[in-house]
């Protein structure tokens, strides 16, 4: 079967501005999924569907729909006051299928269905109070010096949007608590030592246009957008993995689109060595605690 017979409404244009379809999303997620799979595989997926495309409503749903193909993997979790069936990702039939019921975006979770109360990495969500990605730049960079001290491998991307995220790939043992203490506590450490640019509050009015260190990607059941995932913006940007040398002030995230992708990854992978770094959470800890 060929793609546009595996997508409901292929020719919807879901990019007025650039006329990028449904099935241009399909193809791209088709040819890209050898890149996407190692950090979608096994992992818990909720789903933000977009039926209209960049300008129409969207909405999320963590529950598996009904109208999903049989053999489609789920996974039931138990959260404090409810169960959840989540799509598990790793196959590209199951992602396709995504596309056709609007999703644009991947979600996904920080551990595998295999252990989803321990994540394997660890996120920093850096968020620009300014909406301009050079500040997100500029605190990526302080986050890689910070991640240095203690002797941490980060890796960074664009988020797809005006932030950035960096994963610091762990060794699968510490809950989600462990996880999200440590990254509140770099951060606050951090933005101690940098308060005109970086801030851990949650509160819009006080972080006064500085950028905000979200730690919170890393409590159960968070998400965050995976690398290669497509966002609902302008221009149909995707989440690029980068190396440290490109992350500056003048890098346009938007550079990296619908339109250029086949030109764009075919480079050599600058995470291509993510799954060999695996390092101690609870020896970070103990690092930051002695700084």
């Given at each position: 079967?060929?793609?546009?017979?595996?997508?409901?409404?292929?020719?919807?244009?879901?990019?007025?501005?650039?006329?990028?379809?449904?099935?241009?999303?399909?193809?791209?997620?088709?040819?890209?999924?050898?890149?996407?799979?190692?950090?979608?595989?096994?992992?818990?997926?909720?789903l933000?569907?977009?039926?209209?495309?960049?300008?129409?409503?969207?909405?999320?749903?963590?529950?598996?729909?009904?109208?999903?193909?049989?053999?489609?993997?789920?996974?039931?979790?138990?959260?404090?006051?409810?169960?959840v069936?989540?799509?598990?990702?790793?196959?590209?039939?199951?992602?396709?299928?995504?596309?056709?019921?609007?999703?644009?975006?991947?979600?996904?979770?920080?551990?595998?269905?295999?252990?989803?109360?321990?994540?394997?990495?660890?996120?920093?969500?850096?968020?620009p109070?300014?909406?301009?990605?050079?500040?997100?730049?500029?605190?990526?960079?302080?986050?890689?010096?910070?991640?240095?001290?203690?002797g941490?491998?980060?890796?960074?991307?664009?988020?797809?949007?005006?932030?950035?995220?960096?994963?610091?790939?762990?060794?699968?043992?510490?809950?989600?608590?462990?996880?999200?203490?440590?990254?509140?506590?770099?951060?606050?450490?951090?933005?101690?030592?940098?308060?005109?640019?970086?801030?851990?509050?949650?509160?819009?009015?006080?972080?006064?246009?500085?950028?905000?260190?979200?730690?919170?990607?890393?409590?159960?059941?968070?998400?965050?957008?995976?690398?290669?995932?497509?966002?609902?913006?302008?221009?149909?940007?995707?989440?690029m993995?980068l190396?440290?040398?490109?992350?500056?002030?003048?890098?346009?995230?938007?550079?990296?689109?619908?339109?250029?992708?086949?030109?764009?990854?075919?480079?050599?992978?600058p995470?291509?060595?993510?799954?060999?770094?695996?390092?101690?959470?609870?020896?970070?800890?103990?690092?930051?605690?002695?700084?």
């Open positions: 079967m060929t793609l546009d017979t595996l997508i409901a409404h292929p020719d919807k244009v879901f990019w007025p501005k650039e006329g990028y379809t449904k099935l241009d999303l399909a193809r791209y997620y088709d040819e890209v999924f050898p890149k996407l799979q190692p950090y979608v595989r096994d992992r818990l997926l909720a933000e569907r977009c039926p209209d495309g960049m300008h129409g409503e969207c909405f999320f749903q963590k529950e598996a729909p009904e109208s999903l193909a049989a053999g489609t993997v789920t996974k039931l979790i138990q959260h404090q006051n409810h169960a069936h989540y799509v598990v990702g790793g196959s590209r039939e199951t992602q396709i299928e995504l596309v056709s019921l609007g999703c644009i975006a991947v979600h996904i979770w920080e551990s595998r269905a295999t252990h989803p109360h321990q994540p394997d990495w660890v996120v920093f969500d850096i968020d109070g300014s909406g301009e990605f050079a500040d997100a730049a500029k605190a990526g960079l302080l986050v890689k010096a910070g991640l240095d001290l203690l941490l491998t980060g890796f960074p991307k664009t988020s797809g949007s005006r932030g950035m995220h960096v994963f610091v790939p762990i060794h699968v043992g510490p809950d989600f608590s462990e996880a999200l203490s440590f990254a509140e506590q770099f951060g606050k450490r951090l933005a101690a030592a940098h308060p005109d640019i970086l801030t851990v509050e949650q509160r819009l009015e006080a972080r006064a246009g500085r950028v905000y260190l979200d730690p919170f990607r890393n409590a159960f059941g968070a998400t965050v957008v995976a690398p290669y995932s497509v966002r609902r913006r302008e221009k149909a940007p995707f989440s993995p190396r440290w040398e490109e992350v500056r002030p003048s890098l346009n995230p938007s550079g990296f689109n619908l339109g250029n992708f086949a030109q764009v990854l075919a480079g050599p992978d995470w291509r060595d993510f799954f060999d770094k695996r390092q101690s959470l609870k020896e970070a800890a103990l690092a930051l605690h002695k700084l």
